[in-house]
Each structure stands twice: as C-alpha cells, then as structure tokens.
C-alpha cells in the first residue's frame, strides 16, 4: 500500500497539534481499556492500519490473544468486564452514528461504570481514534509494527 500523501508532511503544524491532543487523551483512562476502545473502533471503521497498530500496542500491554479477536463479536463474549461492556457499547454507538442512533441504551450503561469526567475521556477517545482511522483510511497510511519491523 503506497500512501496517498503523509499528513505529518502537508500540514505539519496541524498534525502536531493533533498528536498532543491524541497523546493527552490516551492517557486519561487505564490503558487496557484505551485499547480495546481502539481496536474496536477501528474494526468498525475497517482500518486495517489502525487494528494492525493497536493490536500490537495491546499485546505488548498484557492483553491476551483471546480478548482481542473476540473485540469482533464482543457482544456474545464473557470475557470482557462491565465497565468494559459499558465502553465498547459507547464505542459502537458513536462510531456508528449514521446507521441510526442507538446511544439511549449504551449510555445508560456507560452512567453505571464511568464517572462523568470518564465519560468524557472516553468520548473523546472514542473521536480521537474515529478521527485516527479516517486519516489513515483516507490517505492509505500503514505503519508497520516495531516487531513486524524488526522481523
């Protein structure tokens, strides 16, 4: 897959922002979550950069092979928490908003397990990671893993 144009490269200072903003976000809830919520959405948004990316990251945060293939039908897995349950459910609601919005039912879940400064750090992680995928999408952007690379 050859790149279309590199972002970084035509609007740098934007791009720049755009990490930092990305940065900051990622770290407001515990990272596992912040992954999941990432492989997810990008399974959603069929970006193959972004689940080839964030599978990697999860891995290399402890998570297990088991939860992250099972992201696809999370819905019929036991092994995700509630709080869990409750982001991915936020996470597809979002991210699929122009297929009809289903966000009552998820965000009532969502008030049981996130306090509402979470609910905001997820929202926005929820953008930031739709947004990512739209970008990498849109411009053909691949990066390859640092094990990948390293092979």
């Known amino acids: 897959m050859t790149a279309k144009l590199n972002p970084f490269a035509a609007a740098p200072q934007l791009m720049k922002e755009w990490m930092t903003l990305s940065n900051h976000v990622e770290t407001s809830l515990e990272p596992g979550l912040i992954e999941l919520v990432k492989i997810r959405s990008s399974i959603l948004n069929g970006c193959a ?8 990251d999860a891995r290399a945060k ?3 092979e088991q939860r ?22 936020w996470t597809d609601a979002l991210t ?3 297929q009809g919005h289903t966000q009552a039912a998820a965000y009532e879940a969502l008030k049981a397990h996130f306090t509402d400064e979470e609910q905001v750090k997820l929202t926005l992680m929820i953008n ?3 947004g990512w995928n739209r970008i990498a999408v849109g411009f053909n952007l691949w990066y390859e893993t640092p094990a990948k690379a390293a092979a």
Do not use: F, K, Q, S
């Open 49 to 56: 950069n972004c689940i080839n990316m964030h599978t990697a």
């Open 62 to 64: 402890g998570e297990t």
């Open 68 to 89: 992250i293939y099972l992201l696809a039908a999370w819905h019929e897995a036991p092994c995700y928490t509630d709080r869990e349950r409750a982001a991915l459910a």
């Open 96 to 98: 699929t908003l122009a």
């Open 128 to 130: 930031v990671i739709n």
